[in-house]
T-cell receptor, first 115, second 117 residues
Framework: AQSVTQLDSQVPVFEEAPVELRCNYSSSVSVYLFWYVQYPNQGLQLLLKYLSGSTLVKGINGFEAEFNKSQTSFHLRKPSVHISDTAEYFCAVSDRSSGTYKYIFGTGTRLKVLA | DTGVSQDPRHKITKRGQNVTFRCDPISEHNRLYWYRQTLGQGPEFLTYFQNEAQLEKSRLLSDRFSAERPKGSFSTLEIQRTEQGDSAMYLC???????????????FGPGTRLTVL
């Protein structure tokens, strides 16, 4: 069964510094990949998605991610973070062959941006 | 496009009571998903509908849980005889997807936070 690993449960970083949030998934079968952000007591907002094509994906708020099939990774990066980026970030995988397209989520990474 | 809405946003109930949550998806979306998110965890899939048909249920969905989507529009999730372990955020998501033909990402609602005392 598919699984998603977000190794870093918390990432503290200073404002204007770069950040990388790591995501690895278990299977190399054809997948769709996503990063969502969740602010306290709110639902999930899509940051970016990989469906096909270019392995470098750009999303909202200056975030980008790179799909690496050989390493089954989809790490999220931002070159310069802001205080407002403080939130929980979830990586999700959807199996393209399943027909369900349900998401399998990682356990999340809490990004804390320090002034 | 008003997005996915969920009602209520918060629900506090006593153990043993029944609760029902509602989700209104984006109007043209044919698929509707329910997820459960416990504290410190990522959301976990519960069930999904394509139009009015419930096509898959997770093993997390015990006999006390039932979901419906009459007429393929809004959906309800009912939990009977609630237990303290049911305390969680219940998230609804919708998408416009036709298997193998059209794929679009899921759009999430704000969630219903359930607290069972």
């Amino acid at each position: 069964a598919q699984s998603v690993t977000q190794l870093d449960s918390q990432v503290p970083v200073f404002e204007e510094a770069p950040v990388e949030l790591r995501c690895n998934y278990s299977s190399s079968v054809s997948v769709y990949l996503f990063w969502y952000v969740q602010y306290p007591n709110q639902g999930l907002q899509l940051l970016l998605k990989y469906l096909s094509g270019s392995t470098l994906v750009k999303g909202i708020n200056g975030f980008e991610a790179e799909f690496n099939k050989s390493q089954t990774s989809f790490h999220l990066r931002k070159p310069s973070v802001h205080i407002s980026d403080t939130a929980e970030y979830f990586c999700a995988v959807s199996d393209r062959s399943s027909g369900t397209y349900k998401y399998i989520f990682g356990t999340g990474t809490r990004l804390k941006v320090l002034a | 496009d008003t997005g996915v809405s969920q009602d209520p946003r918060h629900k506090i109930t006593k153990r043993g009571q029944n609760v029902t949550f509602r989700c209104d998806p984006i109007s043209e979306h044919n698929r509707l998903y329910w997820y459960r998110q416990t504290l410190g965890q990522g959301p976990e899939f519960l069930t999904y509908f394509q139009n009015e048909a419930q096509l898959e249920k997770s093993r997390l969905l015990s006999d006390r849980f039932s979901a419906e989507r009459p007429k393929g529009s809004f959906s309800t999730l009912e939990i009977q005889r609630t237990e303290q372990g049911d305390s969680a955020m219940y998230l609804c998501a919708s998408s416009l997807t036709y298997s193998g033909v059209v794929y679009n990402e899921q759009f999430f609602g704000p969630g219903t936070r359930l607290t069972v005392l």
